[in-house]
């Protein structure tokens, strides 16, 4: 009983900033990605009687601690819904940076849940397996779709109403993405910790929820007349927002780096100069920049040349879950 899933980490344009329900991941607000080409995750899930344990394998790694736990629990819940006790190794090869703020959980636990359920012989719709999916990692979710993908927060208790929906294929519009690889090592505070420690604390964080109403409907509506400048506005304004609720966090916090605020500082400039680039940034210090094929040299050439800047990753529009 084995199956192999690939799945494409997702840029959040409306984010995903706290949870409501912590077991099951229930979101505080809706939320809206872009799903990228540039990162992904392939997953080979086998079950057999054979097995004793679960086995964690990344990147050739043997993962042990709380990934395993994590990748474990998450194992459980496809095997209550098959109604089956065997236990499964999992093979993953992650082509994104792990917790530096890539969202390599999306395309991880998306790719996970394809692979599981296919093997241990669930027959799921996207929808289906989306709600399952949110139980892994929240914006994984999204990752079950190519293009745009809403997370709608739903109101039930259970969960059942938590899932993502389709907005827009990848065809739809050639939005790029330029991710800026200012570092890869695992950040200090966790998206979960980071998220938990504003929900409870932060004095901004309701102003934030009222917000996100307005923005989902602006940006939905950009996303559909293909209206450049309208998406980047919103999608910037929307992240600075979430990051602001962190600082009023106690004990406040930040996932910028000093480079993170060149890079946001540049990308003002570009627009200042007739080349319009609008930024996001996820709960890391890395940044994405949106931007139009036509700007595309310019863009990439600009921002290798900021110091600090390790790397530049270009992304279209990816698809969604793929069995291989």
């Known amino acids: 009983?084995?199956?192999?899933?690939?799945?494409?980490?997702?840029?959040?344009?409306?984010?995903?900033?706290?949870?409501?329900?912590?077991?099951?991941?229930?979101?505080?607000?809706s939320s809206l990605s872009l799903?990228?080409?540039?990162?992904?995750?392939t997953t080979s899930v086998h079950f057999s009687e054979e097995y004793t344990q679960d086995k964690f394998i990344l990147n050739e790694r043997v993962v042990e601690g709380e990934q395993h736990r994590r990748v474990s629990g998450f194992l459980d819940?496809?095997?209550q819904q098959a109604g089956k006790s065997l236990y499964a190794t999992v093979d993953s090869t992650n082509e994104v940076p792990t917790a530096a703020g890539f969202?390599?959980?999306?395309?991880?636990?998306?790719?996970?849940?394809a692979a599981g359920t296919k093997a241990i012989g669930l027959d799921m719709s996207d929808r289906e397996l989306s709600a399952?999916?949110?139980?892994?990692?929240?914006?994984?979710?999204?990752?079950?779709?190519?293009?745009f993908a809403e997370w709608e927060m739903g109101a039930e208790e259970d969960g059942s109403d938590s899932y993502a929906v389709p907005i827009a294929p990848a065809e739809h519009w050639d939005l790029r993405v330029a991710a800026v690889v200012l570092s890869s090592t695992a950040k200090k505070v966790s998206s979960r910790a980071g998220m938990k420690r504003t929900v409870e604390t932060s004095p901004f964080y309701q102003g934030?929820?009222?917000?996100?109403?307005?923005?989902?409907?602006?940006?939905k509506e950009g996303i559909k007349e293909r209206d450049f400048q309208k998406v980047g506005e919103v999608a910037e304004a929307n992240c600075l927002k979430m990051h602001a609720t962190t600082l009023g966090a106690n004990p406040p916090f930040t996932y910028w780096h000093d480079?993170?605020?060149?890079?946001?500082?540049?990308?003002?400039?570009?627009?200042e100069k007739g080349i319009p680039?609008?930024?996001?940034?996820?709960?890391?210090?890395?940044?994405?920049?949106?931007?139009?094929p036509e700007n595309e040299e310019v863009i990439e050439k600009t921002l290798r040349n900021i110091p600090g800047v390790a790397d530049i990753r270009l992304s279209r529009p990816g698809q969604g879950v793929t069995y291989l």
């Open 35 to 41: 799903t990228l080409d540039g990162f992904y995750t």
């Open 259 to 271: 480079t993170t605020m060149t890079v946001m500082q540049m990308v003002r400039d570009l627009r």
């Open 1 to 29: 009983m084995k199956a192999t899933a690939k799945a494409h980490t997702n840029i959040a344009l409306i984010k995903y900033w706290g949870k409501r329900n912590e077991s099951i991941i229930l979101p505080t607000n």
């Open 208 to 219: 934030w929820l009222n917000s996100i109403p307005t923005d989902m409907s602006q940006i």
């Open 103 to 113: 969202a390599s959980s999306a395309s991880g636990f998306a790719a996970l849940a």
């Open 132 to 147: 399952l999916t949110r139980q892994g990692s929240g914006s994984a979710c999204r990752s079950i779709y190519g293009g």
């Open 277 to 292: 680039a609008y930024f996001t940034i996820d709960a890391g210090p890395n940044v994405k920049v949106l931007y139009l």
């Open 77 to 79: 819940l496809i095997r």
